[in-house]
C-alpha cells in the first residue's frame, strides 16, 4: 500500500494541502524491473485503487516500458496502462490517497516519485467504510501527529467503547493483506480503564492506555475504517512554519 508523498505541479488548489498527482509519474527503477511484455498479474508489476470494500476501484494498471506488438502493431509503452490499452492511463491520486501495488518475486526495484511538496496540512477524506490511505509528506511523521477532523454537521468517533464497529481505526497491511502489527483505535476522551479512568487521546491498540509508538515512511500506506461520513485524516506539513 502505497500513496504519493508530492503533488503534481501546478495542481495544489487554493486550499492548502490539496491537489492531485498523476500515476504516471509513480516510476519503477532497479536492476531488475519486470518490462511488462505479456500483461498478467503473475510477471508485472501492477497498482489499483482500491473501493470501500477492497475491491478493485476501476482498472488495473500495468507498468510496460518496451515496445511490444499490439494487433498487427509494434507500440512504444513507458507507463501505467490499463489492459489491452495502447495509451497510458490517465488516473491521479488525490493527496493522502493510496493504491495498492504488487511486484512479482525476482523484481528489484524501488519506486521514485517527483512533484511539489503539498502547501500545508493535508486533509484525506475518508469513505464510510474503508479508505487506502497513504502518507502525503516527503518525511516520516509519527501517527500520533495525524489525527480525524470532522466536517461541519459531523462528529469524529470518540473510542469510548474499543470495537471494529464504532470507532475510527487504521492498520498497516502486510503483503498478503493482513494486518501488520497492532489494529490503533482512536480514543479521544476520559474513559475507563480497568478501576482507573484514564485521558486518552490518539492512536491506541486495543486495551493498552499509552499511545501507539508508530511511524510512517513517506508515502507508507494505511487501511482506515470510519463508521461515519464526513471525516478526514489531517497529515501536518513538512514545511517549516514560517516566524512572526
Not at 511523521?141 to 470507532?167: F, K, R, S, W
Request: a negative charge; proline letters at 7%; charged letters at 10%.
Amino acid at each position: 500500500m502505497i500513496g504519493a508523498m508530492f503533488a503534481d505541479i501546478g495542481t495544489q488548489a487554493a486550499t492548502p494541502g490539496t491537489g492531485s498527482y498523476s500515476v504516471q509519474n509513480i516510476i519503477p527503477t532497479g536492476t531488475s524491473v519486470p518490462n511488462g511484455a505479456t500483461v498478467n498479474t503473475t510477471d508485472c508489476i501492477y497498482l489499483q485503487k482500491l473501493t470501500a470494500a477492497g475491491a478493485t476501484d476501476g482498472a488495473i494498471l500495468y507498468w510496460r516500458d518496451g515496445s511490444f506488438k499490439a494487433g498487427k502493431q509494434t507500440v512504444n509503452f513507458h507507463g501505467w496502462y490499463a489492459s489491452g490499452v495502447t495509451t497510458p492511463a490517465d488516473v491521479t491520486l488525490t493527496s493522502g490517497q493510496a493504491v495498492w501495488l504488487y511486484v512479482p518475486a525476482g523484481a528489484v526495484c524501488s519506486f521514485t516519485m517527483s512533484g511539489e511538496v503539498p502547501a500545508g496540512d493535508v486533509y484525506m477524506a475518508l469513505n464510510q467504510n474503508n479508505t487506502a490511505v497513504g502518507n502525503p509528506q516527503p518525511t516520516t511523521i509519527d501517527l500520533q501527529d495525524v489525527e480525524p477532523h470532522a466536517a461541519e454537521g459531523y462528529t469524529v468517533p470518540n473510542g469510548a467503547t474499543v470495537n471494529t464497529t464504532d470507532c475510527i481505526y487504521l492498520q498497516k497491511l502486510t503483503p498478503a493483506g493482513a494486518t501488520d502489527g497492532a489494529i490503533l483505535y482512536w480514543r479521544d476522551g476520559s474513559f475507563k480503564a480497568g478501576k482507573q479512568t484514564v485521558n486518552f487521546h490518539g492512536w491506541y491498540a486495543s486495551g493498552v492506555t499509552t499511545p501507539a509508538d508508530v511511524t510512517l515512511a513517506p508515502g507508507e500506506g494505511l487501511w482506515v475504517f470510519s463508521p461515519t461520513a464526513g471525516i478526514s485524516l489531517v497529515f501536518p506539513s513538512a514545511l517549516p512554519t514560517s516566524a512572526e
